[in-house]
């Protein structure tokens, strides 16, 4: 685990009709990008979910429960899925990692080509009950924003404003990245999310807030007045939790035949982790070792 310097704020606007969570994730999305090499436009996308998935991780009240956020498009990014939990982690990964587009004709990187516009999104809440919660939408524009604001609208029945960008440098490092969710309480006059959707209408991008150094106080300042409270401030970092005895579990599954044949051609076996990018390794021993674990269990 490296350490990190994101947060995310918790406050309440509007007389406390609004409740607004803001996030940099700059550190978590760079995390992500370096180990999984993702390319811009994927760093993008992937960026994007995982900030949102950051801030729905954030509302979850025991640290044993997660949210995971799928979001599985018709483009060649294929899936972007994203795992955040109650205790301030978040991973994810997407299955295409190097993909290149033309800019958009505003110079933005094509999030919405890369990842398609026909599709699901998908949110799963595990809160530690029988059955997880399950929601799902069809993609509207592949821009992951608008796909989510749909969601919170058609699947939560909450009007929600979203704002996610990632920034990338021009060495494909993660300049800035970070999210903000604008979600009304039941029974909110119209006149107040009106008022809400106008000032937000009026802001620059996150990005653009972040790059002129806004801090994030500052920018929950400009979408709900002077009237904030803050009700909470988290940390966020990237981390798995993968192990080498998971994977061991998952290489049992392959059976018998699977893993003699690997422990034959290829006297060993290495698994990479697809959240982390992590590599374990399994020599001859350790696989001839879950090969009788089978046996013994059969
Ligand atoms: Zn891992």
Known sequence: MTSSKDRIITALGFEGQVVA???DTHDLVEEMRRRHDTWP???AALGRTATLGAILGSTL???KHQVTLQ??????IGRILVVATGSQTVRGYADEPHIMLD???NGKLDVSRAVGTEGSVTVIKDLGLREPYRGSVPIVSGEIGEDFTYYFAVSEQTPS?????VLVDRDYSVKRAGGLLLQVLPQTPTEVIDAMEKRLAALPSMTTMLEDGARLEDILTLVLGDDVQIVNEQSVMFACTCSKERLAGILQ???HEELTAMREEQNGAELVCHFCGEKYQFDAFELQALIDHIHTNN
């Open 103 to 105: 800019l958009k004709q």
């Open 61 to 63: 009240k025991h640290e």
């Open 253 to 255: 599954t392959l059976g």
């Open 21 to 23: 969570y803001i996030a």
């Open 161 to 165: 404003a979203v704002s996610v960008g």
């Open 71 to 76: 979001v599985q498009g018709d483009g060649p």
């Open 41 to 43: 436009v994927v760093t």
